[in-house]
């Protein structure tokens, strides 16, 4: 699918209503990520089941369209990932197809720099 208009305009053919009250749930899909990167990774932000999770958490649990009837927020984040790829993954399903890299696991041991009540490490003799 891509552009948010265009979910929203999917959304109208749905649900009813206007594009206009769905665009915001749509653009959270994209927002962010897409300002990162503008390429098909950008969905690994919020592309998933959890994704559509936090947009209820953000708009609640539905939303009143301009005909006046409520709309469940997650039957629309649902159609919203379910148009971009075909169906919904899990964050996992995203997390698997990352290629580890050497400096994503150099965890620095601040706790020694940071605690006051970091007990030395004693010189064995």
Same mark, same amino acid.
């Given at each position: 699918m891509?552009?948010?208009?265009?979910?929203?305009?999917?959304?109208?053919?749905?649900?009813?209503?206007?594009? %206009?009250?769905?665009?915001?749930?749509?653009?959270?899909?994209?927002?962010p990520?897409?300002?990162?990167? =503008?390429?098909?990774?950008?969905?690994?932000?919020?592309?998933?089941?959890?994704?559509?999770?936090?947009?209820?958490?953000?708009?609640?649990?539905?939303?009143?369209?301009?005909?006046?009837?409520?709309?469940?927020?997650? $039957?629309?984040?649902?159609?919203?990932?379910? %148009?971009? $790829?075909?169906?919904?993954?899990?964050? =996992?399903?995203?997390?698997?197809?990352?290629?580890? %890299?050497?400096?994503?696991?150099? =965890?620095?041991?601040?706790?020694?720099?940071?605690?006051?009540?970091?007990?030395?490490?004693?010189?064995? =003799?």
């Amino acid at each position: 699918m891509g552009h948010c208009y265009h979910h929203a305009l999917s959304s109208v053919r749905k649900w009813g209503g206007e594009p %206009e009250d769905y665009l915001p749930l749509h653009q959270w899909f994209d927002e962010p990520s897409k300002m990162i990167t =503008a390429d098909f990774r950008h969905r690994a932000l919020r592309h998933h089941a959890e994704g559509v999770f936090m947009l209820e958490k953000f708009f609640g649990p539905t939303i009143t369209i301009a005909t006046g009837r409520d709309v469940p927020v997650r $039957l629309i984040g649902e159609q919203h990932v379910l %148009e971009d $790829l075909g169906f919904i993954p899990s964050f =996992a399903d995203w997390v698997r197809c990352i290629r580890p %890299e050497p400096w994503m696991g150099r =965890a620095q041991p601040i706790h020694k720099l940071v605690d006051p009540f970091a007990v030395p490490e004693t010189v064995a =003799a």
